[in-house]
């Protein structure tokens, strides 16, 4: 035990980010009771089974849902507010990072980043709709830049976007994100954080230059992927010309099979917040101390290159079960569909599994840390202003008790269950001819969801450890 | 569906695990030595909601302590120790980490997580 702790000391003095979870902040969530965990789970195996009785009777039409409009104006002046202060926001983040003080309580750029940026919008994007179409400063900014280009004569090169690349751009990113916000010990200084973002704003605008702004947003554009898969969840959408309310989840059933770098990208998604939360349990720091062990001799890029291999061991073992499971649901049906097909049409059914284990896993780093926000408002530089006469306000533990977040939790990663369920059963409806094969591919899919889900519970369940 | 959700919500408001201190604001006095900046042995303290906390550690050298969420700093030394005096108002599981003062930072305060938590300090429901 001694040899242990002397290794993990060893470890955490050789790179001072290495024990560190997130990007900013610390969650304080107590892990999940055990009467909770086997409530969550009976809940999960049973209404599995309560969805697919329901399924065994005939049902009509498949992939249709009811909608209602809510509104057919467009706000003209609302949204060009909305999307100057967007921009504004944006700005603002950058401008704090480079002039502002370096301690990250006291500058409003990490916490705009990590906290109201990354889980702020996730949650907006999930319970509303697509609030990122509205507020994506990147997007906003360009379209601004494209309008002057045209008076003075100056467009952009507008190339064909290269149908082999697919979302791999989006992909690339994506990892590099997830290895910066559990690996980076850059995440909490403020001009490290604003030299990340204009890497970034260098990338999407270079991009958005070579192929147009929206081939690039729709291939390249990560977060415009990432919060637009979590807005198929959302209760609003903006179609023909309306702003419509219609049941949660179902903007997730498939209109086309996902290509094989949208698939990637999605199982990317649910492995990289899978194994943030994995990497706060003790059995990771048993795994990463015994994978850590050998590597030491290297002295200290052991301990990058044992967090790469985590970060990178997670997505590969989930994507090539997936692609198990999607070989036995194809043979289960009947093989009439090639597994392209299979594996892109059952993908965004894993969606609402993915968003429910973010959701349970940022709520308590949103609600204390996001309060932050509210003393930065007045001194985003962290120069001892009072804007608002906000500044001396200090986040309140007691918003939010444990019995809350564990019921939250819980709650959310059944209903997300539930609602992966019932995706893949509508999928399995619409590619199966008949009800026998339709439910006989589910039986696969079901167990994979099941256990997935459980892993989730699992992990909420531990002590979280740094 | 709903009614499933509603007995779940039901069950988890009522847990299970009794509480065997019912009176608010009960005193918790908890005593813990460290050896080397390393506690000897269990790592998690659990006190309940609204405990009176009173906790005191010893230490072999010099160091100074600060206790996340709570954000309260108390330097012991050889000779004296540490005293947290604090009303656990919060819920949560909340790390004990050393103060590393030479971390850059313009207040002195450690960025979060870059140090190994000495102990936890778990505030259960009641």
Do not use: C
């Amino acid at each position: 035990m001694l040899h242990v702790f002397a290794l993990l000391t060893a470890l955490i003095a050789l790179a001072p980010g290495a024990a560190h979870a997130h990007g900013f902040g610390m969650r304080y969530d107590l892990p999940l009771p055990l009467d909770y965990f086997i409530w969550g789970g009976g809940a999960v195996v049973a209404l599995s089974f309560v969805i697919t009785a329901i399924f065994l009777r005939p049902h009509g039409r498949v992939g249709t849902y009811p909608s209602l409009v809510v509104t057919r104006r467009t706000f003209p002046i609302l949204t060009g507010a909305i999307r100057i202060f967007a921009a504004f926001v944006f700005i603002l983040t950058i401008v704090a990072g480079y002039i502002g003080a370096q301690n990250p309580y006291r500058n409003i750029s990490i916490v705009m980043v990590w906290v109201i940026a990354w889980v702020g919008i996730s949650y907006a994007s999930a319970f509303l709709g697509n609030v990122w179409a509205l507020i994506n400063p990147w997007r906003i900014i360009f379209a601004w830049a494209e309008r002057l280009g045209q008076r003075i004569g100056v467009r952009t090169l507008d190339l064909a976007y290269p149908a082999w690349l697919g979302t791999w751009p989006a992909f690339a990113q994506l990892f590099v994100f997830a290895w910066l916000e559990l690996n980076w010990p850059g995440s909490g200084v403020p001009t490290q954080v604003a030299t990340a973002l204009v890497a970034f704003t260098i990338l999407t605008w270079g991009g958005m230059y070579v192929f147009g702004r929206e081939a690039w947003a729709k291939n390249g554009g990560v977060f415009v992927i990432v919060f637009g898969l979590f807005a198929r969840f959302g209760i609003f959408e903006w179609k023909e010309g309306a702003l419509r309310l219609r049941p949660p989840a179902v903007g997730l059933i498939a209109e086309q099979p996902a290509s094989f770098s949208e698939m990637a990208f999605i199982i990317l998604m649910l492995a990289t917040v899978t194994y943030d939360g994995f990497t706060e349990t003790e059995l990771f720091q048993t795994l990463a101390l015994a994978l850590f062990e050998p590597l030491q001799g290297l002295g200290s890029i052991a301990v990058p290159i044992v967090s790469t291999i985590g970060l990178a061991a997670v997505p590969l073992i989930f994507i090539t079960a997936y692609l198990i499971v999607a070989m036995l649901v194809r043979r289960a049906g009947g093989g009439t569909h090639s597994l392209a097909t299979i594996a892109g049409s059952f993908v965004y059914s894993i969606v609402p599994i993915a968003i429910a284990y973010h959701l349970a896993h940022y709520l308590s780093l949103l609600i204390f840390e996001g309060q932050n926000v509210f003393a930065l408002i007045s001194d985003p530089f962290g120069y001892g202003w009072d804007l608002f006469g906000t500044a001396a306000y200090r986040p309140d533990l007691s918003v939010m008790n444990a019995e809350f977040l564990w019921f939250f939790s819980v709650t959310a990663i059944v209903l997300g269950h539930v609602a992966a369920v019932y995706l893949a059963h509508v999928e399995a409806v619409r590619l199966f001819a008949t009800r026998r094969a339709a439910l006989l591919s589910q039986v696969p899919m079901l167990v994979l969801m099941v256990g997935y889900t459980m892993v989730s519970l699992w992990i909420v369940a531990q002590p979280i450890v740094n | 569906m709903l009614a499933l959700a509603t007995a779940l919500f039901l069950s988890t408001a009522a847990p299970l695990e009794q509480s065997f201190v019912t009176q608010a604001q009960a005193p918790a006095s908890i005593e813990v030595t460290l050896k080397g900046g390393k506690v000897a042995g269990e790592r998690t303290i659990r006190v309940k909601r609204d405990d009176e906390v009173s906790l005191r550690i010893n230490s072999d050298r010099t160091i100074t302590l600060h206790l996340h969420g709570y954000d309260l700093e108390r330097t012991a030394a050889p000779d004296a120790p540490a005293i947290f005096n604090f009303t656990a108002r919060a819920t949560g599981r909340f790390p004990m980490e050393e103060h590393i003062s030479a971390s850059g930072s313009d207040t002195g305060k450690a960025s979060p997580g870059h140090a190994p938590a000495i102990l936890y300090l778990e505030v259960l429901p009641k």
